[in-house]
């Protein structure tokens, strides 16, 4: 992907030490005691101002998104060489199978270097306005299991390993070079829990912000609930979305669709959601996958409209129909089903969108289409990348 790697740098870390040193030296050296003239520098400004070589690399790799060492046409030839003899590297991890669906949505599972997959989906939306949107949901983790919900299909996979901050942007990258367009909106819903992996979802966000330009607004970090983890992420002050995964209106119910509830109950994840807003100004979205006959009666609707008034107004909910995952006991609720908890909600003054359903066809519930390809590590290099029609 576009990130920097290296196996043996002691050569260019010589090199580099030095020409700091030399740097560091010439500032601190002390003025000299001409009353009339400036004093000479020992080395050219440029140098002494110089941004550290590290740091113009970074914004090199994600300006020009290059693949290999000798792209960075903007440095010298003899740096180039000695980076590569160094042992530097670039690239990205290739695209092990790409799967579309009818709607246009893309899934693709990307192959690590320890030859783990991990998935990514792409998700083009034309608005009324005419103008386009382009969301890539992210995963933070190859897989996870123990915070899993009942019904999800990633927690069937088992967990891996947390993603390093560059698997998490290139999986951005792979999107936008398969639609031709660049990324407008992030979501953090892919495979694993980011909350557990925070270190490096919080470095992969700065890297989105910062080096490929999506403003903070455009991205969503979701989140099970991990406690104490919420109170991490207010602290950073950031200005994207906190979305929760809460999926019913008590406790008890929540047990059994969130079997990690029980470390996190439900008034103390409310109470850091509220403290949250109160702390970032950013209202929480609370995501509510509706399972048919378990979640999605009305009573269910009216019991959840007085949880969120008891601890505030900024709140907004997601409703987010059951996506049929093969081996799953859950079903996909009726329209009509969720039309009324729609109204049930609206009519108590609860700020309510439903998620709109894609790529039913392409294996798009998370962790589905890893699953299928994917228990233990790939032992054999894959084939050239595919992309299987639907």
């Known amino acids: ?41 020992a080395l050219p400004p440029r140098l002494v101002r110089a941004r550290p070589p590290g740091k113009q690399l970074h914004d090199l790799i994600y300006k020009t998104k290059a693949r290999e060492i000798q792209d960075f046409s903007h440095l010298p030839q003899a740096f180039r ?28 599972l990307l192959k690590l270097e320890d030859n783990r997959l991990v998935e990514t989906v792409g998700i083009p939306v034309e608005n009324d306005d005419g103008s386009f949107r382009l969301t890539a949901c992210v995963s933070s983790q190859v897989c996870w299991m ?38 407008t909106n ?65 406790q008890k119910l929540r047990e059994t669709i969130v079997p990690s509830a029980k470390a996190y109950p439900l008034d103390a994840l409310m109470h850091d959601c509220k403290e949250y807003f109160l702390e970032t100004g950013r209202r929480v979205s609370f995501e509510y996958t509706l399972l048919a006959g378990i979640n999605d009666k009305k009573e269910h609707a009216v019991e959840l409209a007085g949880m969120l008034h008891q601890y505030g107004r900024s709140y907004h909910v997601n409703l987010i129909p059951f996506n049929p995952i093969e081996g799953s006991e859950y ?22 969108s439903v998620r709109q359903t894609r790529g039913l066809d392409a294996n798009a519930a998370c962790g589905q289409l890893r699953n299928e390809f994917q228990k233990k590590p790939l032992l054999e290099p894959s084939a050239e990348p595919q992309a299987l029609p639907v």
């Open 81 to 108: 060489d000695a980076l590569c003899g160094a042992g530097w590297r670039v690239g990205r991890s290739p695209v092990h199978r790409a799967v579309t669906a009818a709607d246009g949505t893309v899934k693709i």
């Open 331 to 352: 079903r996909r609720p009726y329209k009509k089903v969720v039309l009324a908890f729609v109204e049930a909600l609206e009519s108590r003054k609860i700020t309510v």
């Open 1 to 41: 992907m576009a990130a920097l790697q290296h196996v043996s740098s002691a050569p260019l870390a010589r090199a580099l030490r030095s020409t700091r040193a030399a740097a560091a030296a010439a500032a601190a050296a002390p003025p000299r005691r001409f009353a009339r003239r400036k004093p000479t520098p």
């Open 186 to 250: 992030v979501v953090f819903m892919g495979m694993g829990e980011p909350m557990l992996n925070l270190k490096s979802v919080l470095e992969a966000h700065r890297c989105l912000n910062k080096d490929v330009q999506i403003g903070q607004r455009m991205i969503t970090i979701s989140t099970v609930g991990v406690p104490n983890t919420i109170k991490m992420l207010a602290s950073h002050k950031l200005q994207s979305t906190l979305a929760v995964s809460l999926h019913a209106p008590n």
């Open 146 to 183: 123990s915070l899993r919900c009942s019904f999800c299909a990633t927690g069937k996979g088992g967990f891996s390993r947390n993603l390093r901050p560059h698997e998490i942007v290139e999986q951005v990258l792979a999107i936008e070079d398969i639609f031709k367009h660049r990324v």
